[in-house]
């Protein structure tokens, strides 16, 4: 299988530097999913996020850390195409979302795994017929074909035998991240946003799914954009991070460096609160 | 050193609407210790604590096994908490946040619970109510009795909260996931504020979580529950630090830390539903130790050279290959 | 209870839900039992409904269980064949509002132009707020009283076009809210993502968990429809006589009522027991839905 987005596809993107005193080591141009000095406010309201630039290179694990009320979630329907940019854009394959229609294939490029398993899933379908409609819609496979592929993406994740047959009402937490994640890939994605993919699952479980998205990463190069208030996870998970607050970046940089050293104060007082 | 014990749960075995969903709990609570409660979804972690702070019948369950005594009660009696609750036992529930009534003053809650358990300590409900608030650590509480809930952030009606339920000096306060809906900053505010007022008030403290952080922080001892069974319990330091039953070494294996490299080890499978809860050790299907005869039977707490007692027929073998392993 | 529902969302107590489903079960036998008499009686019972079988205003007896009305004809045949009609009438005036109004509000509440949401829901609030009644009378002036469709009886018509005309736009207002609140879930903004065309996304994804929403209401709303055809005759619309048929019973019994209670009397109670029986049903079907929400 071919990603979408090639290295050639790629356009150089030169985006305009914010002003203020923030240290970028992440760089700003060049990658699959780049946003450049993006601004968002819903409606009239005041911005949710202001000024973020941000780009996930090829395969690169980016972790997004922030409190309530910080706009990482908001950043991440941003991300994924599902709300558009107040100011700033944001571009996939170097074109913005906003050129990208529906039925683009570009549109795949980006996928999302959400925060609460349950109800991320249509609840009157199968964990089978979730990831075969992909293959359906997506692909224009036959129905037999897609039934086929399906079942070898959900053993992928981890999931075959009778649960491949249950409704999300029958399944735990666990199961219907996996379905929601393999759901993800059979897009054949670039990039996957996953919004606090493990805050709603036990520790246990939690463990298989880090591990399941590490080694989707590892394996087929897929971005990942880790969206989470728990440091623990995006220190496992990722080599970059920014940290936002109040929408926003405070500060940015490697994750060790980041964790290790903080230089902005409010990192530092997250990194204290870990209990 | 004299210790005097609050609450014992022996065997205590939990149903509701005739399903078993605890199946073996024993705790034992000295007066002003604090202690913890860990356990995954299912583990009956929150079944045990409404057990404790009586409001199983109000979801159709009761105790059907075992002993529960509390000050000298026995609450496997009916009627045995006429006039326990808020006095002696009072609990910090799950979803605190919005337990809070919208349309009330945070100074008509307090004022409510005040007079309804007559603790005004001779102050008067209001100014005692201000007193309560700022034991909990809120600053310029005469301005938060006038406020409504939706005006305070989620960490400040957490400590609403628990000032509800320190009202009646209990002896024991239940906090039952306390920091889940918090954010991280928060949390640890919170988790400080509860060991302190257990250290100061003279109160105990169960306090339940998921998460063996949150626990280990604030509490002394500590219960790891698994499939409706208390399956190790000891000295919360010794758990973390030299954990001994296979479920608790593999929780602190999965758990992500900073600065920890290498592969998360995740528990294979899931817990077995409570209808089909196997016939032996309940964590043998995924445990990685065990063997065909540990599905005989179910195994009970045992003292162990360390300290911790540990349900586990194999604990003495698993430390030995261990130490084997390392040497 | 909250507590025990976020600790174990499969274990929600199950004696909570055993009384729903007996109320549905107790519901759904007194709707069939209605339903039953109404195909029964009439086979077996050969009386003609229309015939003068005995002396008028005779009370109930043996032969004539519910008794005879003003000029002698048997209450009990002319009651369950006239629920053959009022059933039918009912069960063609919900079903063809429901499928129209629960795809037209999804359509709608799916589609991101402001204009036509607005444009449509003013149009609804406007059918919704012109009293019902105008519309049949104005219906059946149109139609002219003659206007028929082949098996039902004259004035059949105008009363189902009038129901078909007006009804759907309740069902439209559920579907659109619901699917309003389907947008904000999960599963649905994936779909976006994925790129599924719009009819896919509501046909697979939208309609499926609008559907027992409507469906739901639908129920509740044929009794409405037949409470609707039986206050029809009251002002000389309607189903004419001597067709039997629930309402225009009522209305011959209401002058007699004093002498003859039996007439009147035996139309409200089968209409009750109907009545009950759904309503029972919609309960049940309602803290349902509400519980597979939750879950």
Known sequence: MKHIISDQDLVEVNPMEPEGSINRTVPAAGGVLVASDVTFAYGSGPAVVKNVSLAVPEGAAIGIVGESGSGKSTLASLLVGMLTPTTGTITVGGRPWSSVRRR???RLAVQMVFQNPYTALNPRMTALRTVSEVYEACSGAAKAEASEHAREMLQRVGLTGLAIDKRPGEMSGGQCQRVGIARALAANPSVIVADEPTSALDVSVQAQILNLLSDLRQEQGIGLVLISHDLNVVSYLTDSAIVMRHGEVVEQGATDGLLNSPAHPYTRSLIDSVL | MTQTLLLQASNVAIEIDGRQLVSSVDLAVNKGSAVGIVGETGSGKSLTCRAIAGSLPAIGGSITHGTLTLDGRDLTKPKAYADLYGRTVSLVPQNSLSALNPLMRIGAHLIETIKALDADDGLGPKNRAAQLLERVGLRDPERILRQYPHQLSGGMRQRVMIALAIAGRPK????????????????????????????????????VSHDLGVVSAATETVAVMYSGMVVEHGPTETILQHPRHPYTKAL?????????????VGIPGAPASPDAWPSGCRFAPRCKYAQPACNEAVPTLEATDSGQFVACRRVHEIGALESAGAA | MAVVAAEAPGLVPARRRRPRRLELRVGIGLIAAVILACVVIPIVNTTDPNALVAAPLQPPSAQHPFGTDTVGRDVFIRVFTAGRLDLALAALGVIVPLVTGTVIGTVIGASRSRTLDVVAMRFTDGLIAFPFMIVVLLIVLILGPEAQIPPLPPGAAS?????????????????RARTHVLRQEDFIA????????????????????????????????????????????????????????????????????????????STVGVVLVLGTGVMMVVDSLISNTRRARLT
Do not use: C
């Open chain 3, 159 to 175: 009363v189902l076009a009038a129901t078909w005309l007006v009804n759907w736009t309740t069902y439209a207002r559920l579907a």
């Open chain 1, 104 to 106: 683009d294939p570009l």
């Open chain 2, 172 to 207: 024991l306060l239940i906090a039952d996931e306390p920091t889940t809906a918090l954010d991280v900053s928060v949390q640890k505010e919170i988790v400080e504020l509860l060991g302190q007022l257990t250290r100061e008030e003279d109160m105990a403290m169960i306090l």
């Open chain 2, 252 to 264: 602190l294996e999965a758990r992500p830390t900073i600065g920890r490299t290498g592969r998360l």
């Open chain 3, 190 to 265: 994936a779909t976006g993502l994925l790129g599924y065309s719009r009819p896919r996304i509501v046909v697979r994804h939208l309609l499926p968990s609008v559907s027992p929403t409507t469906a739901t209401f639908a129920v509740a709303d044929t009794l409405g429809i037949v409470a609707l055809i039986a206050a029809l005759p009251f002002l000389g619309a309607g189903i004419q006589p001597p067709t039997p048929e629930w309402g225009s019973i009522m209305y011959e019994g209401r002058g007699v009522l004093s002498q003859a209670w039996w007439i009147s009397l």
